[in-house]
C-alpha cells in the first residue's frame, strides 16, 4: 500500500503517443503526444516554424516528414508543461483521417523515441502529476461513456471536483485529530488528553452526516449512469408487447391475439427526461403449456428479482378482481417498486371504468390505441427520480466509491461507540486511521498499483 501518489507502471521519463480520436476514415484525426520530449519529437518530423521556440497553446500550421517524404499537411496544437491536461508537454497534431497516414505518422513518432500510450496512460499521468483526483479521472471516463443529459450532468460535476473537494476538507480536519490522539500516545503514561473528546465527536458527526447523503445518493446516481432496469410483466395477452411498442413509439415486438406470444425477453432503452429506462418486455406469467414457455416464464421472474421497477400490466376487461390481487400480492418484493396498469381501456364500458381500483399507483390506458401512454411515461420516471434534478447536486454514481464510503461509514461508527465508550487512544487511532484510509481511497490520496490499474486499464487508448 502506498501513500499518496503510486508510481505505477508509467515511466515519466518516456514520452506516449496516441490517437485520440476514434479509429476509421473521417475529416480529420487527432494524434496526441505527451512527456518531457514530445515538442522535440514533433519538431524532429516537421517541416514549418521551429516548434520547441512556440508558446504554448498556439497553432501551428506545417507539414510532417519522413525524410524527404511529405505524410501530411497538418496542424500541430502546442501546449508546454505544466499547462496541459496531463501536465507535461503535449503536442497535438490534427492530420487527415486516413487510416494510413494516421499509422504512418505515429510510427515516425515512435521511431523518433515516442512510446504507444496505454489505456488510460495520459489519463494517469494527469492524477499522478496532480492535475485531476482519482475520483475527477474515473468522472473523464463517466462523460465519455455518457449517454443521456443527466448522465452527462452528473459526470460532469464529478470532473469539476463534485464531493471531492467536501471530502478533502473534511478529511484533512479528522488527520488533525488524528494527530493529536498520536499524540497523546506518546504520553500515555500521564493520561492526558490533547484531542477534545466534544469536538472529536462533533466532527465524525459531521462526516458522517455527508457521507450518509453520499450512500444516499448512490441509488439515484446509479440510475442515471446506468438506466434503470424496468420489467413489464403480467398474464398472457395482457398487452405487455403492445405497451412495450407503444412506449417506444416503434414496432419493437410481436403482438398477436395468442396467449404467449412473447417467450423470449425483449430489450430496449427509452429515454424519459434525460434518464435512460431499459424496458424489458416478458413472456407473459402462467402454468406453461410447453417447455420453452416454460424457460420464458422462469427468465420473467429471474428478470422481475433483478429490476428496479415493475410495470404490471393487466387486461382490465378481462381479468377477476380475485386474479388481480393474487398478482399483485405474488409479485411484490422488497426493494422493486410497482407500477399498475390496467389495459384496454377501450374495451371498457363507463361503468366498468369507473370501477377499477382508483390511485396513483394505477394507470388506466389502452396500449393499442394509445391512450394516456405520456401519463404513464410520467409515473415511470418519477417512481424512480424522485427528487428533482437540479443539474448541480453531487451524487455518488461509482460503485468504487459506494463502497469507500460505505466503509468509512462502518470506521466512523466504531469511531463514536469508541469515545462514548471511553477506549484507549490506541484504538481510537486506530479507527479514524480506518476511516481516513477509506476517504483518501475515493479521490486517491491512498492508492494501490492494482487499484490505478484497474481502473485506468478500463479506459480508451488515447484518453
Ligand atoms: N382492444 C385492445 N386490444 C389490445 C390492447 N393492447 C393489446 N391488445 C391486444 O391484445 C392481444 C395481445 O397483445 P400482446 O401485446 O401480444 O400481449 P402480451 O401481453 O405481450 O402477450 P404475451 O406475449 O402472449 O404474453 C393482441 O391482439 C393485441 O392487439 C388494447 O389496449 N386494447
Ligand atoms: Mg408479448
Known amino acids: 500500500m502506498n501513500t499518496h501518489h503510486s508510481p505505477l507502471t508509467t515511466h ?15 475529416a480529420i484525426a487527432v494524434i496526441r503526444l505527451s512527456g518531457l520530449d514530445a515538442i522535440a519529437i514533433a519538431n524532429s518530423v516537421w517541416k514549418g516554424k521551429d516548434l520547441t521556440k512556440q508558446a504554448s497553446h498556439t497553432i501551428h500550421f506545417g507539414h510532417i516528414v519522413d525524410g524527404d517524404l ?39 513518432f515512435i521511431k523518433k523515441g515516442a512510446r504507444s500510450a496505454k489505456p488510460g496512460e495520459f489519463t494517469l499521468r494527469a492524477f499522478l502529476n496532480g492535475q485531476l483526483d482519482l475520483s475527477q479521472a474515473e468522472a473523464v471516463a463517466d462523460l465519455i461513456a455518457s449517454n443521456s443529459k443527466a448522465s452527462q450532468q452528473v459526470a460532469l460535476q464529478q470532473l469539476r471536483g463534485g464531493f471531492s473537494t467536501q471530502l478533502q476538507a473534511l478529511r484533512e480536519q479528522l488527520v488533525n485529530f488524528a494527530s493529536l490522539i498520536e499524540l497523546e500516545l506518546d504520553f500515555a503514561e500521564e493520561d492526558v488528553e490533547f484531542a477534545n473528546r466534544d469536538q472529536l465527536k462533533n466532527l465524525i458527526h459531521e462526516i458522517t452526516k455527508i457521507v450518509g447523503r453520499l450512500i444516499q445518493s448512490f441509488e439515484l446516481g446509479n440510475a442515471i449512469k446506468n438506466g434503470v432496469n424496468t420489467v413489464i410483466a403480467g398474464r398472457p395477452n395482457a398487452g405487455k408487447s403492445t405497451l412495450l411498442n407503444a412506449l417506444l413509439n416503434e414496432e419493437r415486438a410481436i403482438v398477436s391475439h395468442i396467449p404467449g406470444t412473447t417467450r423470449d425477453t425483449i430489450e430496449e432503452v427509452l429515454n424519459i427526461q434525460g434518464i435512460n429506462f431499459r ?22 421472474m429471474e428478470k422481475i428479482s433483478q ?63 394509445k391512450q394516456h401512454i405520456d401519463e404513464l411515461k410520467q409515473r415511470i420516471y418519477s417512481s424512480s427520480i424522485k427528487d428533482q434534478l437540479s443539474g448541480d447536486e453531487t451524487m455518488v454514481t461509482n ?31 486506530m479507527d479514524i486511521k480506518q476511516a ?20 485506468f486499464s478500463k479506459f480508451c487508448i488515447g484518453k
Not at 418486455?281 to 427468465?299: L, S, W
Not at 481516513?436 to 481511497?441: K, S
Open 279 to 300: 424496458l424489458i418486455d416478458t413472456a407473459g406469467i402462467r402454468e406453461a403449456t410447453d417447455a420453452i414457455e416454460q424457460i420464458g416464464v422462469q427468465r420473467t
Open 12 to 26: 515519466h521519463e518516456d514520452t506516449i503517443v496516441a490517437l485520440a480520436t476514434p479509429n476509421g476514415i473521417g
Open 436 to 455: 481516513l484510509h477509506y476517504l483518501g481511497e475515493i479521490t486517491g490520496v491512498v492508492t494501490t498499483d492494482d487499484l490505478l490499474e484497474n481502473i
Open 399 to 429: 460503485i468504487r466509491h459506494l463502497e469507500a464510503l460505505q466503509k468509512t461509514e462502518e470506521a466512523l461508527v466504531r469511531v463514536l461507540g469508541g469515545i462514548d465508550g471511553s477506549i484507549t487512544s490506541d484504538f481510537l487511532s
Open 70 to 108: 511529405v505524410l501530411d499537411e497538418v496542424l500541430a496544437s502546442l501546449f508546454v508543461a505544466p499547462r496541459s491536461y496531463t501536465r507535461e508537454n503535449v503536442v497535438e497534431i490534427s492530420c487527415h483521417a486516413s487510416g494510413y497516414i494516421i499509422e504512418s505518422i505515429i510510427k515516425l
Open 307 to 369: 429490476s428496479a421497477l415493475l410495470v404490471y400490466v393487466f387486461d382490465a376487461a378481462e381479468i377477476t378482481t380475485e386474479e388481480l390481487n393474487n398478482d399483485i400480492e405474488s409479485l411484490q418484493k422488497p426493494g422493486i417498486s410497482m407500477l399498475l396498469v390496467a389495459n384496454k381501456a377501450d374495451l371498457l364500458t363507463d361503468a366498468q371504468l369507473t370501477a377499477l381500483p382508483h390511485g396513483d399507483k394505477l394507470t388506466i390506458i389502452s396500449a393499442k390505441e
